[in-house]
Each structure stands twice: as structure tokens, then as C-alpha cells.
Nanobody, 125 residues
Framework: QVQLVESGGGLVQAGGSLRLSCAAF????????MGWFRQAPGKEREFVAA????????YYADSVKGRFTISRDNAKNTVYLQMNSLKPEETAVYYC??????????????????WGHGTQVTVSS
């Protein structure tokens, strides 16, 4: 089993930056992909970015490409999400998730077995 704990959320002005962290505990050897999702009030949870645990290959939603950077430190069992040029519409609870090799798509929330409790990111205008 894998437990995930997010941190780094907060209030930031539009155009600002924020760095989120996600620490993994437990059976981290089972992790193949670590991903970030976000969910705004009244909206479905959406994919933001993902990274493979071993190779470090990265994947991004088109909406954040060029502004967000996902990275990982395997020694610390931690994944990061650097968010730059934040927009008010990106206000949401950001969740970290872990998955074994996806059966269909790493951008689908249903592929992930372990989830953190989320960290609130609020972008003011």
C-alpha cells in the first residue's frame, strides 16, 4: 500500500508561482507513475501532469504545458509540481496520485490506486 501526502498549496496572485510536493510512504516500489490532478468546485477531477517513477518521462495536459514542470526525487520518494504563471481559473484542490503501469491512460483518474488528501491552491485576480 502507498500513502501520499501533498503540501505547498496556498494563496497566490495571478501570474505568480507555487511549488507543490507529494511525499510517498509505504510500498513505493510498486509505483510506476506519479500524477497530479486538480478539481475545482463543480467540476470533474482533471489530469494535470504525470511522471514515470523509473525513467522520469513526463506528460502534461495541454492547458499547463510550458508553465508547469513535474519532477521527482526517488531517494526522497517525493514528486514535485512547479507551477508558473498561474491563472485564476486554476484555483482548485490539487491531488497527488500513484499508479502501477496504466492499463489504458495515465491521464485517467481511474488508473490510479493511491491518492493524497489534496492541497488547496487559490489564485486571485
Amino acid at each position: 500500500q502507498v500513502q501520499l501526502v501533498e503540501s505547498g498549496g496556498g494563496l497566490v496572485q495571478a501570474g505568480g508561482s507555487l511549488r507543490l510536493s507529494c511525499a510517498a510512504f509505504g510500498r513505493t516500489s510498486s509505483i510506476y507513475v506519479m500524477g497530479w490532478f486538480r478539481q475545482a468546485p463543480g467540476k470533474e477531477r482533471e489530469f494535470v501532469a504525470a511522471i514515470t517513477w523509473g525513467g522520469g518521462s513526463t506528460y502534461y495536459a495541454d492547458s499547463v504545458k510550458g508553465r508547469f514542470t513535474i519532477s521527482r526525487d526517488n531517494a526522497k520518494n517525493t514528486v514535485y509540481l512547479q507551477m508558473n504563471s498561474l491563472k485564476p481559473e486554476e484555483t482548485a484542490v490539487y491531488y497527488c496520485a500513484a499508479s502501477r503501469p496504466p492499463r489504458y491512460s495515465m491521464a485517467s483518474a481511474s488508473e490510479y490506486e493511491s491518492w493524497g488528501h489534496g492541497t488547496q491552491v487559490t489564485v486571485s485576480s
